[in-house]
């Protein structure tokens, strides 16, 4: 889905747009029943069992998803991959994303960064940028009470949105709002978020988290949930590819050398069953040859271009404690730097990136390729990241702060080896040397750097680490724990 830049008006609101609403995101259904080969059959039980008793409970009330993008990031990629299973339960679910302008998303992008305890832009959270924040939000909220009926369930996702909840809770709808985000310590910057957030949190019916080191200082009585997310085995980015076809990919997309002889098609099947092939290329930044497949050991960084994901770190981290030890490559990927709406800061951070990548001695750069992956059709771009994940010998998650990191579940899930910092949801999934790998300080390129070149050297111990990712997943991140919580704390919420 593709969302157009609007003209701005001028002004305190710099934060308003012209055109005024919330947009839809229209996803096909898939049936649940299509989980149940892949999940546990204490999973299935479970799911269908809640699908089972719950689903009359919500009969008659619309559930709305509320975000700030509908592509790039975790929230997203939740919704797309998940929401398509509600729909096929017979639940009304709708997706609905907001719109504002750029100010007002660098407004959240702050807040998005105070709530993991870091400075980001050093801006203020005062009475003025209340004003904006809720003068930006304030067509998005008569747009959604035009739809809105008394007793749907409103869930709001995250700080870009919570300023919804006032507006919509007088409408007479349920307001759940779910924090994708956090710190494992909380700060001065940290309440300072969750006091600008107050007015809005204090309407909410309940607030979903994902770990409970994020909850708030004097959270009140609101009622609390805690959901981990989950993955979905069926989606394009996770379904099991062959080598022929996760080499014919990233061939086709520009990440790895042309081979000689049949290397297979860069095909894969779409969420309607229909057939797929990765026609564009990504965006390589190369100084050398691109990767050679089955020969070049390869580290792969998949995340967006944000310093709490500390991709500056990975590539330091791999060119000095790496490449010092193992004649290995790295891929540092991410999306084009304009393709996610609500992260200003994505362009100015690929920036920092690429000018530490051009001050790198030649024979190191020659080792390390940026890429920016397509997004014109997200599910070639699914595909894409499924068979760079598949590919990889390491995948590095290296963030500062993390509210979980999905793209850790994904590559456990491959039986990838996952090499992340002990920080935020990482902490949930990994199990230090049982399942992957974790880092104490996140700042540590020498410890990081060193943990890669540990499994680079040592496949069986990779091999085994990843064996135990993917039963760590298959237990307790796919979709029967996730949407079985969900549908629970749904049904139990007040119609009126």
Request: charged share 25%.
């Amino acid at each position: 889905m593709r969302i157009a830049s609007h003209e701005l008006a001028v002004g305190l609101g710099d934060l308003v747009t012209r055109e005024q609403g919330v947009v839809d995101v229209l996803l096909t259904s898939a049936l649940p029943e299509q989980l149940r080969p892949i999940l546990s059959a204490r999973g299935w039980a479970r799911l269908d069992a809640t699908l089972q008793v719950r689903r009359d409970d919500l009969q008659d009330r619309t559930v709305w998803m509320v975000s700030s993008t509908p592509v790039g990031g975790g929230v997203a990629e939740l919704l797309r991959a998940l929401v398509p299973y509600w729909l096929g339960a017979g639940l009304d679910v709708r997706w609905v994303v907001i719109q504002a302008g750029p100010a007002f998303f660098r407004l959240t992008k702050r807040i998005h960064n105070l709530l993991h305890g870091h400075p980001g832009d050093g801006g203020e959270l005062g009475e003025r940028e209340r004003h904006g924040y809720e003068a930006a939000l304030a067509p998005n909220a008569r747009s959604l009470k035009r739809r809105v009926r008394a007793g749907d369930i409103v869930v709001l996702h995250d700080p870009q949105t919570a300023g919804l909840a006032p507006s919509l809770k007088a409408s007479g709808a349920s307001v759940v709002l779910r924090s994708h985000v956090g710190a494992d310590q909380a700060n001065a910057l940290v309440r300072e978020a969750w006091d600008f957030l107050r007015p809005y949190t204090a309407e909410a019916d309940a607030i979903v988290f994902t770990r409970r080191s994020s909850l708030p200082p004097a959270l009140g009585a609101t009622r609390v949930a805690m959901i981990s997310p989950a993955i979905d085995p069926c989606a394009t980015k996770n379904r099991a590819m062959d080598d022929a076809t996760v080499r014919a990919i990233l061939i086709s997309a520009g990440l790895a050398a042309q081979r000689q002889g049949h290397v297979g098609l860069p095909a894969f099947r779409r969420r309607d069953g229909s057939d797929g092939r990765v026609g564009r290329r990504c965006l390589v930044l190369r100084a050398g040859r691109p990767a050679r497949l089955g020969v070049d050991p390869l580290v792969v960084s998949l995340t967006r271009w944000d310093r709490l994901k500390d991709p500056v770190g990975v590539l330091e981290s791999f060119a000095t404690h790496v490449l010092d030890r193992v004649d290995a490559r790295l891929i540092l990927a991410g999306p084009p730097v304009y393709a996610v709406a609500d992260d200003p800061e994505a362009a100015a951070v690929y920036r920092e990136v690429e000018r530490r990548w051009r001050l790198l001695p030649s024979a190191e750069r020659e080792r390390i390729d940026l890429a920016r992956l397509p997004m014109r059709d997200l599910e070639e771009n699914a595909a894409i990241v499924n068979a760079l994940q598949r590919q990889a010998t390491v995948v590095a998650k290296k963030s500062l702060e993390e509210g979980f990191g999905l793209g850790v579940t994904e590559a456990m899930w491959k039986r990838r080896p996952v090499v992340a910092t002990r920080v935020g949801g990482h902490q949930d999934q990994i199990q230090d040397g049982i399942n992957g790998v974790l880092v104490d300080d996140p700042r540590d390129l020498d410890r990081f750097g060193g943990a890669m070149a540990e499994l680079l050297l040592d496949p069986e111990r990779a091999k085994r680490l990843g064996e135990a990712g993917q039963q760590q997943v298959r237990e307790r991140f796919l979709p029967d724990r996730y949407l079985s919580r969900w549908v629970e704390l749904l049904a139990t919420l007040p119609a009126t």
